[in-house]
């Protein structure tokens, strides 16, 4: 069992609507960090977050430390968000640093 | 900054070739690592290191090596190549990782390699 779980795997929306991908961690973690791939494989680092919640543009990263769950929610979203969202927990401290991936969700907007 | 380079995008093996997959980062990060990502399952760390003449095993780092001679560069090595080995590969970078904060990975583009 992946320790990262994230959901819904795939999700389909129309242009407009507000969306949130979930991740949900087993372990402890020093950070979550949410990641945007378009299709074509890059992969790029959307926020980091180790409490609270972060805002960029459209983009609302939360976590709850004590639940171990994160969400990403886009706001007014757009074809141009369609990708894979992929959360990982990081886990780090001494000598010791693990970064864990979930799956992915793939995420289509259509105009 | 360029930021993170990986060559060659593409490149197909025959079984038993042995190849090395080049990654280099200007942004003198610390940490570097490369990752394989496979249909249906999450990217899987293969080696990393956390500065220069140092490296380590990742979760799936058989049949790779790894050496770490200068910050800036990290070469994967497939000594033998086999079809399990078709994947995806990311390199990707960060500053040091030990001082008591978390920093945002950098991922290159990608190498894409078919064994057959």
């Known amino acids: 069992k992946n320790e990262v779980e994230q959901s819904p795997q795939n999700l389909t929306a129309q242009e407009g609507e507000f969306i949130t991908i979930n991740c949900s961690y087993s372990?402890?973690?020093?950070?979550l960090h949410w990641l945007q791939q378009h299709p074509g494989g890059g992969i790029v680092s959307l926020f980091m977050l180790s409490s609270g919640k972060k805002k960029h543009g459209r983009l609302i990263a939360t976590i709850n430390i004590q639940e171990k769950h994160s969400s990403l929610h886009i706001t007014a979203s757009h074809p141009r968000d369609s990708a894979v969202y992929i959360c990982?927990?990081?886990?780090?401290?001494?000598?010791?640093?693990?970064?864990?991936f979930g799956k992915g969700t793939l995420l289509t907007v259509n105009p | 900054n360029a930021g993170v380079t990986q060559t060659p995008k593409f490149q197909v093996l025959k079984t038993g070739q042995s190849m090395t997959l080049q990654c280099a980062q200007d942004?003198?990060?610390?940490?570097m690592s490369w990752y394989r990502q496979d249909p249906g399952m999450g990217l899987r760390l293969i080696h990393y290191?956390?500065?220069?003449?140092?490296?380590d095993q990742g979760e799936v780092p058989n049949g790779y090596n790894v050496s770490r001679s200068t910050t800036e560069d990290f070469p994967l090595r497939l000594l033998s190549a086999a079809p399990s080995q078709t994947s995806v590969y990311f390199c990707?970078?960060?500053?040091?990782?030990?001082?008591?904060?978390?920093?945002?990975?950098?991922f290159g583009p990608g190498t894409r390699l078919t064994v057959t």
């Open positions: 990707a970078s960060s500053y040091n990782i030990f001082r008591a904060r978390t920093y945002e990975q950098y």
């Open positions: 372990v402890g973690i020093s950070a």
């Open positions: 290191s956390v500065g220069a003449g140092i490296t």
């Open positions: 990982a927990a990081e886990n780090s401290g001494g000598s010791n640093y693990k970064l864990t």
């Open positions: 942004m003198n990060h610390e940490y």
